[in-house]
């Protein structure tokens, strides 16, 4: 027994040796890791819904009262059903590693560690709204919410992927207070885009099962509703990309400039799923891009502050003026 504890504890040692102690590749590769797969769970939950799935597992934590895994019976809607609740365990592995590899520079870094954390402890809420959906028959409004966390740990995760690359963040701004404001009033513009569209969907025909409720409001009515944030947050957008030309910042540009790009994509994404009767292939890649314009509004928010390292950076001293002889 002595000799087992031994080997365990010299296990315990050689896994502790490995884990990083500074940002590295395996930080960075789990850190792109936890965005990629919090936005990846949102198509599959989109899957979910869009081919009726929804009540695949009819119950929860159970698959059915006596199974915890779908059954032959089940069809493919167990399936669906089921294969997405199992990619919750892919999250979790993948949080776990996050968790593992920041743990050893908790004092240098500790807001990675507290972006780990939060990012761990938001999957298993996530599985509990995931089950209350489906104990209340796939209510919209719950549903809803499931895309908001959804949607909030997107973000999250596309700030511990901007803080392994650039650091700590510092108490300074980068750009002017007003340019501050205005990025801020661009990234609200998106969040209630996001939040009238989950609105929007609640009303539509993709319920996830036929016998599932709707909120009851007028779907083509909250369809245009829908377009005038959206617009906004678009225009809002340009201002800030000529405001960020004007400024000199190529970071916030290319930052601003992606948010475009997914902006345009996502509205010509919106207006042909209308046009075309909410197609189920078009409507999933709305929800996908959803996540991608969090992200992307979240990632100009953050180039709008400078890190702790830009901050300590000593000013560079104007060069001595060159005496030409004549």
Known sequence: MNRLWQQLVGSARAVRAWLPTTVDRRVRFIAWASLVSQTLIVGTGGAVRLTGSGLGCPTWPRCTEDSFVATPEMGIHGIVEFGNRLLTFVLVIIAIAAFAFVVRMRRERPELLRLSIALGLGIPAQAIIGGITVLTNLNPWIVGFHFVVSTALVALATVLVYRVYRGPASRSLAVPSPVRMLGLATAVGAWITVLVGIVVTGSGPHAGDGGAARNGLDSELLQHVHSWPAYATAALSVALLVVAVRLGMPRLQRAVVALLVVEAVQIVVGVAQARLG?????????????????????????????????????????AEPVLVAR
């Open 278 to 318: 909410l197609p189920e292939i078009l409507v999933g890649v709305h929800m996908v891009l959803a996540c991608v314009l969090i992200a992307a509004v979240t990632r100009v928010l953050l180039e709008m502050r400078l890190s702790r390292a830009e901050q300590q950076a000593p000013a560079v001293e104007p």
